[in-house]
């Protein structure tokens, strides 16, 4: 028999929004920089592949309609690749910075774990958003499977922060 899963949402507190500002802050650094990789090599591929026909004797190799169509096509394979990143990722994030609210869901244990070559204790969740958390000794030898505990997370991209 299933157990239907309860949650609640409530206003994050400083810390969790400071959290949030400074994951988005340095995930965008990295969007950016990725971003401009990519653009560059759109640019660079298709003249190095010019070269690489130069040297093989080719009596046309430097084609600008060659170039325009190549990079063309990895620029727009790089624009999509792009702005799915954004569309699924930041733009979630952004939606918890802005609205400032996290879910709180009340879940059950299904299973404890101890992995023995980090020291680290589990708990395995009913919860469709987290799977598994990791807890402290106190808490592992505390709790039982079928006990009920509290987790939050970021109402929309599901950023975990932590159990009660």
Known sequence: MAVESVSYNEPM???????????????????????????FLSFIFPYAFAWYKATDGVTNAFSYVRF?????????VSLVSTYFTYRFYF????????????TVEVCH???????SSNK??????????????????ND????????EICIEYAT?????FGYF
């Open 91 to 102: 733009r979630k994030l952004q939606k918890d910075l802005k609205y400032k609210t996290k």
């Open 13 to 39: 507190v400083e810390e969790q929004l400071i959290f949030l500002t400074n994951k988005e802050g340095g995930h965008r650094k990295v969007f950016y920089k990725v971003f401009r990789i990519l653009m």
């Open 120 to 137: 680290t204790y589990y708990f395995y969740l009913d919860s469709n958003v987290k799977m598994s958390i990791e807890v402290l000794l």
């Open 109 to 115: 244990i299904t299973r404890k774990v101890h992995a």
């Open 140 to 147: 592992y030898h505390n709790f039982k499977e079928g006990d």
């Open 68 to 76: 325009f169509v190549i990079a063309g096509n990895l620029l727009f």
């Open 156 to 160: 929309w991209s599901h950023e975990y």
